[in-house]
């Protein structure tokens, strides 16, 4: 069974609309009008026990609203969902105490208190018994180094120090299955860094389920094999993160570094970058190989790399495609 | 770490933890803002001051008493007023709005606990410091007015009762109304509404005795008088022992309506919630 299956998952929400001004809020109070926005429409998708997924999307493209559905926060106006073989919109207990929902941009720990009173709290709400509580509590702690930082109240933590505590007080009941929302929003790269590998680990040891949307491409190909990219609603691509290039990017990168370092390389590709004796050159995907074949007979290479585009231009891409 | 399932405290047992773990979780929080609490609790007592001036002073122009109230009787109903007031308050329908609007409903929606626990909880942790600091507030409002206050062991123990029975009756009554805010994010406005019927319904401005008839008649309808005026009278009214249990009983009968009312109104409103602001 799919720890995750959607199956045609709508979301419309029903928005108020005017123009702006006196007259038209005066014309608003007798003649209201709406406008039906559909945030998700009509995605299907299947996540195994154990995956962690990357949930890919610009704003306003969809992600959050479908992981709202799947928490159960937001009903869904059409087609299904099931988490662990749970209806989410019903948010029966025990589906509560298997999930947990991150949102890297919200706090949901007591802001008066030091974290431990609040993981004190959680250990209440969901039931843990004290033991494997305190067991958990600490390893989740120590995994994620914030032992100096558990005991000052939250309001006196960075955002970094307070999302990693929010973080050990969103698992102290030991979900399995996390949708994380944008978990390292406005981190630096240490803290990011950080958070990557404890949620790999966290998916190791209890082959928890992970759906995770992020803007920052290194969180999504440190952590997922696999990636669902949605845009306006609907799902442009799922399948595995290597597989995103090949299937969007319709060309290659050839690095290449030359004796000569002031040839001019343009009658071989589009010239990105010239650093000093190194230039960047895209080239059509299908002409990869005469062109390598090319440069290494006409010109003194020293060294010469064939790379995929890097994820953030193709995930570029892709959105710039479905824009048009 | 391993992935053998956590075990699992049994229900009652973890809905008793819960409610002493919350409860303490407030104390704490408030601790850390004594000063401003009780700054909010002197600023409270005005309301209770103005009216026990004004109907002292009706009392006084008219040789002692309004229909069979004494000036001392008057100050013991209003500096008692003060502690059943403390007791019932609750999160309102503004705060409704800020918890929506910030998000903070979402985080209680994902909880395996119906939110109402938590707010119960967390209130009751609150009052618990509020009504520590509200003591020596009482001392002096006793020493200022000269309240004529004599009550029997049975009447401080149903107050005791009373009091917790308002705070419920009240959290249900205000939930209902704060759920308003899950089809407009304006349910405050219902609330104005709401205080006016209750200011003059539930014995919070002027004792009931003092009001028209019909007005008590229609009083005793409605669940306002239970989370006001019955539990000041616990203590003020010289109630026998039948009218002061079936009060509780009263009280027991709102509660159970209000709760029925939450559980409907709730699974109707969460279907509504839209997220908004998170």
Not at chain 1, 248 to 276: C, H, M, P, Q
Not at chain 2, 12 to 41: E, G, I
Not at chain 2, 111 to 138: M, N, Q, S, T
Not at chain 2, 215 to 231: C, E, G, I
Request: aromatic fraction near 10%.
């Amino acid at each position: 069974m799919a720890a995750v299956d959607v199956s045609e998952l709508t979301k419309v929400f029903r928005v108020p609309e005017r123009e702006a001004g006196l007259r038209a809020s005066m014309r608003a109070l007798f003649q209201r009008r709406h406008r039906d926005v559909r945030a998700v429409d009509s995605i299907s998708f299947a996540i195994g026990g154990g995956e962690v997924v990357g949930f890919l999307g610009p704003n306003g493209a969809g992600k959050t609203t479908t992981l709202k559905m799947l928490s159960g926060l937001l009903y869904p106006t059409a087609g299904e969902a099931r988490v662990l073989g749970f209806v989410p919109s019903r948010r029966e207990r025990d589906f509560l105490r298997q999930i947990t929902l991150v949102m890297g941009n919200r706090n949901q720990l007591q802001w008066d208190l030091p974290a431990l009173d609040s993981f004190e709290l959680n250990r209440a709400i969901y039931r843990v018994a004290r033991e494997d509580f305190r067991r958990l509590r600490d390893e989740l702690i120590e995994l994620l180094d914030v032992g100096d930082l558990v005991r000052k109240p939250v309001r006196n933590l960075s955002l970094g120090e307070r999302m990693k505590v929010e973080i050990v007080g969103s698992l102290v009941h030991r979900p399995q299955v996390l949708f994380l929302d944008e978990p390292t929003i406005g981190l630096d790269v240490t803290m990011q860094k950080r958070i990557r590998s404890f949620v790999a680990e966290y998916n190791r040891r209890y082959e928890a389920t992970v759906l995770l949307t992020s803007h920052y491409m290194a969180d999504v190909e440190a952590l997922c094999r696999r990636v669902i990219v949605i845009h306006h609603g609907r799902i442009l691509f799922d399948g595995p993160l290597t597989q995103l290039g090949s299937q969007f990017a319709g060309y290659k990168t050839i690095e290449v570094a030359l004796a000569n370092g002031a040839a001019d390389l343009s009658r071989y590709g589009d010239v990105l970058e010239r650093d000093a004796d190194r230039v960047k050159l895209r080239v059509e995907k299908a002409d990869a190989s005469r062109v390598t074949a090319l440069l290494l007979s006409e010109q003194e290479v020293i060294d010469l790399t064939i790379e995929d585009p890097p994820i953030e231009d193709v995930i570029e891409l892709v959105f710039a495609e479905a824009s048009e | 770490m391993s992935a053998v399932p956590l075990a699992r405290q049994h229900p009652v047992r973890a809905m008793v933890d819960f409610y002493v773990t919350a409860m303490r979780t407030q104390v704490q929080t408030q601790f850390q803002y004594r000063a401003a609490a009780y700054m909010y609790l002197v600023g409270m007592v005005a309301e209770p001051v103005i009216y026990l001036v004004v109907w002292t002073t009706i009392a006084k122009q008219q040789g002692g008493e309004v229909q069979g109230i004494t000036v001392g009787q008057f100050a013991a109903y209003y500096i008692v007023w003060t502690l059943v007031r403390n007791m019932n308050i609750v999160f309102t329908p503004y705060g409704w709005e800020w918890r929506i609007r910030e998000g903070q409903f979402s985080a209680a929606l994902l909880r395996p606990l119906h939110p109402i626990h938590y707010d119960i909880a967390e209130f009751a942790g609150g009052k618990l410091i509020w009504v520590v600091l509200y003591l020596p507030i009482a001392a002096g409002l006793t020493l200022i007015f000269d309240p004529d206050l004599s009550v029997t062991p049975l009447e401080v123990c149903v107050f005791f009762v009373a009091i917790w029975g308002a705070y419920l009756i009240r959290t249900m009554l205000l939930w209902l109304l704060g759920m308003v805010t899950f089809w407009t994010t304006r349910g405050s406005a219902i609330f104005e509404t709401y205080i006016m019927a209750e200011l003059l319904l539930s014995g919070r401005l002027v004792p009931l005795k003092l009001m028209p008839e019909w007005t008590q008649s229609v009083a005793d309808f409605l669940p306002f008088q239970w989370a006001f005026y019955f539990p000041i009278q616990t203590l003020v009214g010289d109630l026998p022992a039948g009218e002061l249990l079936g009060g509780l009983g009263m009280q027991v009968l709102w509660i159970a309506v209000g709760s029925f009312l939450v559980w409907i109104c709730f699974r109707a409103s969460v279907s509504k919630y839209s997220a908004v602001g998170n």
